[in-house]
């Protein structure tokens, strides 16, 4: 029996790195979950298909906002998938081109919002387990924190519209 969290092995090291080091946060609000676990999908929709198109693994904030995984196309490897925001004040859109691009904006260690993550420079208190998270980021996958968060929103922004088009094939169009 395979008993490591995820069939992701990115998410598997994270995992990994999350139990050594203990209850405390790395990057603001954010922490593991039940992989595949409900992140209140159904409210959008309860239609087989779109609950089928996404894969819950984290807390985003302390306030019920989640990560997904989007099943955008059937890819094998997938920690390439595209990283759904499922927030708890109703967004719903793509935040993160895939988990190396999520984990470099965990390194901003601030709490992500609708309109992308904070500068760097204007998160004045880092979490406890901040500094062992950047040398995790390094040592596993040679990465540390986005340099220009700005340019990461806006390069995932053609996957994000992608992803509104194939949302409201399921919820109808959004209330303006």
């Known amino acids: 029996m395979n008993d490591s969290y ?42 087989p298909a779109f609950l089928s198109g996404f894969v819950p693994f984290a807390k985003a904030n302390g306030s019920g906002s989640d990560y997904a995984l989007w099943r955008c196309d059937d890819r094998a490897e997938l920690a390439t998938l595209p990283i759904v925001f499922v927030g708890d004040e109703g967004d719903l859109l793509v935040i993160a081109r895939d988990l190396r691009e999520l984990f470099q904006l965990l390194a901003i260690d601030g709490e992500p919002f609708p309109e992308g993550f904070p500068d760097p420079d204007d998160v004045e208190e880092h979490s406890q387990g901040h500094a062992e998270f950047l040398v995790w980021l390094d040592e596993t996958f040679g990465l540390g924190p986005a340099e220009d968060p700005e340019a990461l929103w806006d390069a995932r922004k053609g996957l994000d519209d992608r992803f509104q088009a194939w949302v409201r094939r399921f919820t109808g169009p959004a209330d303006a």
Do not use: C
């Open 6 to 47: 995820s069939p992701v092995h990115e998410l598997n090291l994270l995992k990994e790195f999350e139990d050594r080091l203990g209850p405390v946060f790395y990057s603001e609000g954010f922490e593991l979950g039940e992989y595949g676990g409900d992140a209140g999908l159904h409210t959008w929709s309860e239609d």
